[in-house]
């Protein structure tokens, strides 16, 4: 019995194809890229006017049967101009191609192979990597933005922060949402170690089709980065520098200053009636107080005392800060041995002072043939080490630009005039601070905290890097195994100094050291088989792999009582008392894999691909651990079968396909555990003062039956080269729908306080499109034109989360959470009271729905009772019911942006070349939290706006949407999230600006030089926004809590020269 | 197909076969760091989770539960029965605000936070009864110590449940056979409450340990819980009598009223004479202040560590009522309430430089151990500076609390080290005290006819008080107000039931006047519209920008039940209201 097999049915194709004639002779060659000699692989050679032909195999080279001598060849290969050939006589034709404009003969790393950018069927977003350089940043992360579409980039302006990625939406309601990168081969979640200059090219699976391949953690989609390879002859040196700049200047903040903010307690003592004019308790003295600075509420105007100062915090505590960055590679080879080197040094320092982070890498990447070149093998390491004093990050009202909002301008940076405080007797070149007087507020001095922890520091080295074997077995058929893994060594140092200068001191030093280590191991085998059979080609892929990480141990421990401040004397030994110890035992977690892939392509035209993936997790229970994640994609290059002048090559693609994840799970989903530690389950039974007997809790009630979260996606696009191609276009529509979503089992508190497990039980679906256009064009013979765009959207909506809950709310502030995670909606829009106005007057609060703290100047809030707890409205059941209570919260904003895009435009005129890159993200809100602390009084007696000063509420500034300014704080002004906070956070950034001048060849010949480049630039030298925080790019909160702005740490203007020499 | 290496393909066979042959174990990974069931079933394990259940007796957990839940009860006991006003200034933690204006909506944080604590006290009470029984099936642990560690995990969870009762009234019972998935707050659990707590009455009096329920607890909490839930005063009576009688601290020690009034609350001594049940805080013990009194580390006076105590945060203000009701005549309150007309001087709206002279008529000298005033001397502190220790007088007033705060030359020895605040202290709250019992005997007394038995108990204490040894003192000697205190004497209040009761609700808010108890008794008298609106009308004369309009109607009786638990039980808990 015969089987109908893959390879049969390649023969029948084979068969097909070929036409049998009289007179046949045969005639081969080989066809190469004119560019580098490189063989052209599935080139195809059609003998002109017959249907006969054949496509170029693993090595370029082909066989094909012509009759006669007036045959012409017709070859032709995507991205590269056809070339016609007569035979005449000769029985070898060779061919050099010349790549055409395009750029679709770039090869793509895909999943555990390569393709050419004209066979993929998956969504596959390719990054110019040149591209992404221009952005002075010590991370690909946050070089992303805006360069591919279908990614979505948010960062801030911390030195050495990664800014946060998402691939097409969420596909994890647990934030666990990054996506996959893969290095070399080795998957790792963090790639902040990387250098930029090291990498070669970067790709980014966004569909189940091109990702699936990695089966259980792709559904974030996957980055794949190669690094650097020698180039087989010579040796290249290059240095790449670039020296700047980066200035604070971020506009007006629109804060008071010492004489507006006494001004302003004037206009409350005013509004609250305690300014000496009304007697409220009927005891026949006039109310007013003395302010412990300003004077007699009943006096006319307050008195500054001599000891104020008038602070602009925000200039205390920034600078213009430096930042460099150096690069020195080595590459070259051989036939037999190829090497690069990569020396990096990075160096930033942060607006605010003290702020830095530096960053020392070496790149090794060798590969070594041996042998006919049937053994190949090679090492990519990448070894880092950072150093930094970095700041309290943004999301927290610590942070050094938080605390600008809360820090009243009264209080002098450093005392100048002595003065005898609340807490200490201050003299001059002391830090002043709350402690000066009464109603100064509770916020430290930030300056003198950011000097006190200055040598505070945060250290790692991390090695990066995998070790590869490959063995040609026979002709296309390759077996490859690869080991690599990552190992991190951490050690921070944490000093928090006593204070003498705040109304709150910390009467104690304390200082806290911790070391870590952590690591992962992958270990991958594949056999690869390329073979070209005609006009058919056949590349698959089969393989496993094991895989263990979040291998690591932490240690830490705190003492307090220093007998010095001295940096030098900061041991843990040197402390007084100890305050906390304790370490931490990582519990793995193990994958085992198996994948199948195989693309098959007819004649360039037809392309079939399919993948499957078999996973088993250790952190899922015996009976669940093991998961399977098909997908099938396909193309068809239409632009073969229709005739139209202006396109030059199209195709059509669409795929469909499963992929996994089970990142969420912690290693003991499926376990009950106890633990206990002083601070939860501690007690000092025994009555000791100054320790506590060891008791237990439960900590965890695990889930045996946890499984796989699954992602389904379809995706149909095309890839389109227009104009003769000039014009390249690249559309995806796609749809992920989640299923079985992990979420912790929601119970009330009867079941205790114990973390529950993950559970399957919650599903969302995103939808959205992805467009990239590139234009590229020689205007005249100097100059020419480089032109794209990209263009993001996702719109991602919540299904389910579990049986007894339709929502969760997240994220925290003084007061409360400001996002709602619901069924019907996006992940983190803003929950809350509609404001619809301010009262104008009492009769206006007696005729309105009752409302806790109503009065004229405060919110009226929406009265929309009647929907389910998603807060609906606008639903037949709605109906005022006359009293604001927790039924009336509405949704009011939505933090997810309506789309993203990227505009790059470069020029290059003779020598000389200007490139700019915009980026716009449109349509998102921003809930603007900073105003809770300065645009109301009672907040904390902190720093206020000019907006609550000049253009609040009175009884003849009435139209205005600013409340009164009041010392009341209640439901009706600032104790609920309301959307007066909300802002339009849609902003449009000119990212980078550059001039460069490459010196001519011949000029710099003479100095052995191969090529020098000098170039200035501006780096976000405006935005465009109505938003009227610091910036708009607001990043925080994770994927459930973002879009709340708490002062975030700013991009800022930076001006750079840069220099690129090689010899 | 060309030739292809034979050695090649045998090296490809060993790889491949490699990670196969470990297949079988190596995705089996067990957790790391933490312990199981099985390994606690034994006496030292049943113990730990014990111990584990009476370390939510403060009400506080790193795990979430922070000043929201304290068991101190100065949010829901205290502030709520207008003892005192929130303190510090409108804006910080102002989800307290409508618990102090009867605005509360059932999303507060606070009351989930609070649920949440107590329910966790209790599963963990039920985790270590589960546990025992396997160490029992197991014959890891004496039928003795599994009986005493039984009857203390009952306890301590009649103990959490009857806290849920007096907060909510409407509550789920949770024990170690419930079916957590079908749970609901419909059921009268008032019995399953009370035969916990009436358990525990068989635990012996010594129990070694200090930080254990002992029999004497078990009694006074069971009678506590038959007045408030059944108000069943004779049968409270005898258990209250058998605690003056027979009682002991938990480590056996005798138990009476201290000498002085003032060294009841002395963090050095915690665990005195007076002391039935102090929750035991440790302080430096590397939980980061976890134990040392978490829920109240916000109720010092605000200011630096140089001049006044903690260091932050100026909460927990006492209120105008409660300092006048300390007025005196004759030596004794004013029960008619007009202690509110012409109030005591106070320096409201005065800064530090400016002169202040403290009023000079009577008070009861217990005022200025329970309230910190300009000029009186603040433990070894020196003199309450006045304005500079209060972060906003114009919004809540001039007074400072003072029962929990430790002594100048505690710090650093009972007090947390190294830390944004000193206020973690060793001071531990007095959940049970000696006075407490008298006064809810006499309460008893009074309900069932003793009117004479009350009087005597009463005057127990007030003698107590009048010492004079125990009045706040100025460094020279002389008293630091004008401090007058008398016995009642026979007759009048006592001549009547109604009389009687006025005077017993006095002493109670004068003699334990800021430990959490106000609104929770108010509740159990049936006093709570009543009493709360004749305080807040005089609160509001001093405080109109904090009180505005609040008003304590019908329904203010208790909390409502946090709407989280609604939804997370789709229900199935119900609200209260």
């Given at each position: ?20 004639a ?13 560019s ?14 017959t ?80 591209d992404?350089?221009?952005?002075p940043?010590?991370n690909?992360n ?49 790639i ?7 990498v ?15 089966g ?30 980066q ?8 804060l ?18 305690l ?11 006039l ?66 002072v ?29 070894v ?23 820090s009243q ?31 100064t ?18 250290k ?6 995998s ?25 921070n ?29 992958i270990w ?43 940096p030098?004397?900061?041991t ?13 035992f ?9 994948f199948?892939r195989?693309?098959?392509s ?21 009976d ?24 030059t090559?199209?195709?059509i ?9 089970q990142?969420?799970?912690s290693a ?8 206990g ?7 000092a ?14 900590t ?52 205790g306080?114990?973390s ?71 992940m ?10 301010l ?25 929309a ?42 020029l ?57 300014a ?20 849609s ?30 630039q ?46 | ?11 490809l ?30 006496k ?8 584990g ?47 102090q ?26 985790q ?11 014959g ?18 009649g ?48 129990m ?20 408030q ?9 005898v ?37 039935i ?27 630096g ?15 105008y ?23 005591l ?6 800064t ?28 070894d ?5 006045g304005?500079?220790?209060?972060r ?73 008080a ?76 001093k405080?109109?920008v ?32």
């Amino acid at each position: 019995m015969k089987r109908f097999s893959l390879l049969s049915l390649l023969t029948l194709l084979f068969a097909l194809s070929a036409t049998v004639a009289f007179a046949q002779r045969s005639v081969s060659g080989t066809v190469t890229s004119a560019s580098d000699n490189s063989p052209l692989i599935g080139a195809t050679i059609l003998v002109k006017g017959t249907d006969s032909g054949t496509i170029t195999d693993v090595d370029g080279s082909y066989s094909v049967r012509v009759t006669g001598n007036d045959a012409i060849l017709v070859i032709s290969y995507t991205g590269y101009e056809s070339q016609e050939i007569s035979v005449g006589t000769q029985a070898t034709v060779n061919a050099q191609l010349t790549e055409s404009a395009t750029s679709l003969s770039e090869v793509v790393v895909t999943g555990y192979s390569a393709q050419q950018k004209k066979d993929l069927t998956g969504a596959v977003g390719v990054v110019n990597t040149d591209d992404l350089k221009q952005i002075p940043s010590s991370n690909i992360n946050s070089q992303l933005q805006g360069r591919v579409s279908g990614v979505t980039v948010s960062g801030d302006g911390r030195p050495g922060s990664v800014a946060k990625v998402r691939i097409r939406g969420f596909a994890s309601l647990t934030g666990e949402n990054d996506p996959l990168y893969v290095v070399d081969g080795v998957p790792t979640t963090d790639i902040s170690t990387l250098n930029p200059n090291d990498v070669e090219n970067i790709s980014i699976l966004k569909d189940a089709g091109a990702a699936s391949i990695y089966g259980a953690r792709a559904a974030n989609g996957v980055v794949l980065i190669t690094t650097k390879k020698g180039q087989n002859k010579g040796v290249k040196v290059s240095y790449d520098m670039y020296v700047g700049t980066q200035n604070p200047s971020v506009g007006n903040l629109q804060l008071l200053n010492t004489k507006e903010y006494a001004d302003l307690q004037w206009l409350v003592y005013k509004n609250d009636q305690l300014n000496g004019t009304i007697d409220a308790n009927n005891d026949g003295v006039l109310d007013s107080e003395t302010h412990p600075i300003y004077g007699s509420s009943a006096n006319a105007s307050p008195t500054i005392p001599a000891w104020a100062g008038d602070t602009d915090w925000f200039k205390e505590i920034t600078r213009n800060a430096m930042i460099q960055n150096h690069d020195v590679s080595l590459s070259g080879g051989n036939d037999y041995a190829r090497f690069y080197a990569g020396l990096n040094y990075f160096d930033q320092d942060g607006i605010v002072v003290t702020n830095f982070a530096k960053r020392y890498s070496a790149r090794l990447n060798s590969e070594y043939k041996v042998g006919k070149g049937h053994l190949t093998f090679g090492e990519n390491l990448t070894v880092t080490g950072r150093t930094a004093n970095g700041v309290v990050g943004n999301g927290d009202e610590g942070s050094p630009i938080s605390r600008v909002y809360m820090s009243q301008p009264i209080i002098p940076v450093i005392i100048e005039t002595p003065v005898q405080g609340i807490s200490h007797n201050f003299v001059a070149g002391e830090y002043g601070g709350t402690g000066i007087a009464s109603r100064t507020g509770n916020t430290p001095n930030i300056y003198a905290d950011l000097q006190r922890n200055a040598e505070d520091r945060q250290k790692d080295i991390r090695l990066l890097g995998s070790i590869y074997g490959d063995i040609k077995l026979m002709d296309g058929l390759n077996f490859r195994s690869t080991f690599g893994g990552t190992y991190i060594n951490g050690y921070n140092t944490d000093w928090t100094g006593a204070t003498y200068e705040r109304a709150e001191n910390q009467a104690t030093s304390s200082y806290n050291e911790n070391a870590y280590f952590g690591a992962d191991w992958i270990w991958t085998n594949t056999l690869t088989f390329d073979k070209t059979f005609g006009l058919n080609r056949l590349l698959a892929v089969a393989g496993y792999e094991a895989n263990e990480y979040s291998i690591g141990r932490s240690l830490t421990a705190t003492k307090a009582g220093y007998f010095s401040t001295e940096p030098a004397f900061r041991t843990v030994t040197n402390g007084a008392s100890i305050t906390g110890a304790g370490s931490g035992f990582n519990t793995p977690i193990r994958l085992l894999s198996s994948f199948l892939r195989a693309d098959y392509s007819f004649n360039n035209r037809y392309y079939l691909s399919a993948t499957v993936r078999r996973d088993g997790a250790s952190n899922f229970g015996e009976d669940y651990r093991y998961g399977v994640f098909p997908s099938v994609s396909a193309a068809v290059r239409v632009s073969d079968m229709i005739q139209a002048d202006f396109l030059t090559d199209m195709k059509i693609r669409g795929g469909y396909g499963t992929m996994g994840n089970q990142r969420a799970v912690s290693a003991f989903n499926q376990y009950n555990t106890f633990g206990g530690d002083p601070g939860t389950s501690y007690y000092a039974l025994g009555g000791s003062t100054s320790s506590s007997d060891q008791g237990f809790r439960p900590t965890f009630i695990g889930n045996p039956d946890s499984k796989w979260e699954t992602q389904i996606t379809t995706n149909v696009g095309f890839d389109a080269t227009l104009m003769d191609g000039k014009l390249q276009m690249t559309f995806d529509w796609y749809k992920k729908e989640s299923k079985d979503l992990l979420y912790p089992r929601q119970v009330d508190a009867t079941w205790g306080g114990a973390s529950q497990a993950y559970i399957n039980i919650a599903s969302m679906k995103n939808t959205g499109v992805d467009l990239q256009l590139e234009y590229r064009t020689d205007i005249t013979n100097d100059l020419s034109l480089d032109a794209s765009l990209t263009f993001t959207t996702y719109k991602n909506e919540i299904t389910k989360i579990t049986d007894n809950i339709d929502y969760f709310g997240a994220g925290g502030s003084r007061i409360g959470g400001f996002n709602r995670n619901a069924v019907g909606h996006s992940m983190s829009e803003f929950f809350g009271y509609q404001v619809l106005g301010l009262f104008q007057s009492q009769a206006e609060v007696d005729g309105a729905p009752t409302q806790d703290g109503a009065e004229a100047g405060f919110f009226r809030y929406l009265d929309a009772t009647g929907p389910g707890p998603d807060g609906e409205i606008g639903t037949a059941d709605d109906t005022a019911d006359g009293v604001i209570n927790g039924d009336d919260r509405v949704f009011f904003g939505n933090p997810n942006p309506d789309f993203t895009y990227g505009l790059n435009l470069g020029l290059t005129w003779k020598n000389i070349d200007l490139s700019t890159f915009f980026f716009g993200s449109q349509g998102n809100e921003i809930f603007n939290y900073n105003k809770w602390w300065i645009d109301f009084w009672p907040s904390f007696q902190n720093q206020k706006s000019h907006d609550l000063l000049y253009n609040s509420w009175t009884p003849s500034n009435t139209n205005t949407n600013v409340p009164k300014a009041s010392n009341k704080s209640n439901f009706s002004n600032n104790t609920q999230s309301v959307s007066y906070y909300v802002e339009d956070g849609s902003f449009f950034r000119m990212k980078n600006i550059q001039l460069g001048y490459t010196f001519p060849t011949d000029a710099i010949g003479r100095i052995g030089l191969s090529k020098a480049r000098i170039y200035v630039q501006g780096v976000n030298l405006f935005t465009a926004t109505k938003y009227s925080g610091i910036d708009p790019d607001v990043n925080n909160g994770g994927d459930t809590a973002f879009g709340v702005d708490f002062g975030n740490y700013p991009l800022v203007k930076q001006f750079i020269f840069g220099l690129n020499v090689s010899f | 197909m060309k030739r292809f290496n034979i050695k090649l393909f045998i090296l490809l066979g060993l790889v491949l076969a490699l990670p196969f042959s470990c297949k079988n174990d190596f995705l089996d990974v067990t957790p790391n760091g933490s312990l199981d069931a099985n390994i606690l079933a034994t006496k030292d394990g049943v113990n730990s989770l014990l111990i584990g259940a009476y370390g939510m007796v403060d009400g506080v957990s790193s795990q979430g539960f922070g000043w929201e839940a304290a068991s101190s009860n100065w949010v829901y006991g205290s502030i709520r029965g207008l003892e005192a006003n929130k303190g510090t200034d409108s804006g910080d933690q102002p989800d307290i605000n409508p618990i102090q204006t009867y605005s509360e909506s059932s999303t507060n944080p606070y009351l989930n936070v609070k649920w949440g604590s107590i329910y966790e006290g209790i599963s963990r009470c039920n985790q270590a009864l589960t546990v025992l029984k396997a160490a029992e099936e197991r014959g890891t642990i004496t039928t003795d110590d599994a009986t005493s560690f039984r009857l203390q995990a009952q306890t301590l969870r009649g103990y959490y449940h009857f806290e849920a009762w007096r907060t909510w009234q409407k509550i789920p019972y949770v024990d170690e056979t419930t079916d957590l998935t079908v749970i609901t707050n419909n059921d009268d659990v008032t019995g399953k409450i009370l035969a916990d707590l009436q358990a525990g009455t068989a635990l012996p009096n010594n129990m070694v340990q200090i930080g254990r329920f002992n029999g004497t607890v078990a009694r006074v909490l069971y009678a506590k819980a038959l007045m408030q839930m059944n108000h069943d005063y004779a049968k409270a009576q005898v258990e209250l009598q058998w605690v003056v009688d027979n009682g002991t601290a938990p480590d056996g020690h005798a138990i009476g009223l201290d000498a002085k009034y003032g060294d009841i609350f002395d963090a050095a001594n915690r665990n005195g004479k007076e002391a039935i049940y102090t929750v035991q805080y440790s302080v430096n013990d590397g939980s980061g202040g976890w134990n040392g009194g978490w829920g109240e580390v916000l109720n010092f006076p605000y200011k630096g560590n140089n001049g006044s105590p903690g260091g932050c945060c100026g909460f927990f203000q006492p209120s105008y009522d409660l300092v006048n009701s300390f007025k005196t005549a004759n030596g004794l309150p004013l029960l008619d309430n007009s202690y509110t007309n012409d109030p005591l001087a106070d320096d409201k709206g005065l800064t530090i430089d400016q002169p202040f002279t403290p009023d000079s008529r009577p008070v009861d000298p217990r005022l200025d151990w329970t309230v910190g005033r300009r000029s009186i001397p603040y433990l070894d502190w020196g003199p309450h500076t006045g304005q500079d220790w209060v972060r906003d007088q114009s919004y809540a007033g001039p007074y400072s609390p003072k029962k929990q705060v430790y002594k100048k030359a505690q710090a650093g020895q009972l007090t947390e080290v190294g830390n944004w605040t000193s206020g973690w202290t060793a001071n531990g709250y007095r959940l049970i005290r000696y006075a407490d019992v008298l006064l809810l005997l006499a309460e008893c007394q009074i309900q069932t006819g003793d009117l004479e038995g009350a009087r005597a108990n009463i005057n127990l204490i007030r003698a107590r008080a009048a010492n004079p040894d125990g009045f706040v003192k100025n460094d020279d000697g002389t008293n630091a107000a004008n401090y007058q205190i008398s016995e009642y004497p026979a007759g009048a209040p006592f001549d009547n039931k109604d009389n009687a009761m006025k005077a017993l609700m006095m002493e109670r808010k004068l003699e334990l006047g800021m430990e959490g108890h106000r609104y929770f008794d108010l509740q159990r008298w049936g006093k709570v519209q009543e009493e709360l609106n004749r305080a807040l009308a005089f609160e509001k004369t001093k405080l109109n920008v904090l009180y505005g309009s609040a008003t304590v109607g019908a329904e203010d009786v208790n909390f409502p039940v946090p709407q989280a638990q609604i939804d997370l039980t789709q229900g199935r808990i119900s609200q209260n209201r």
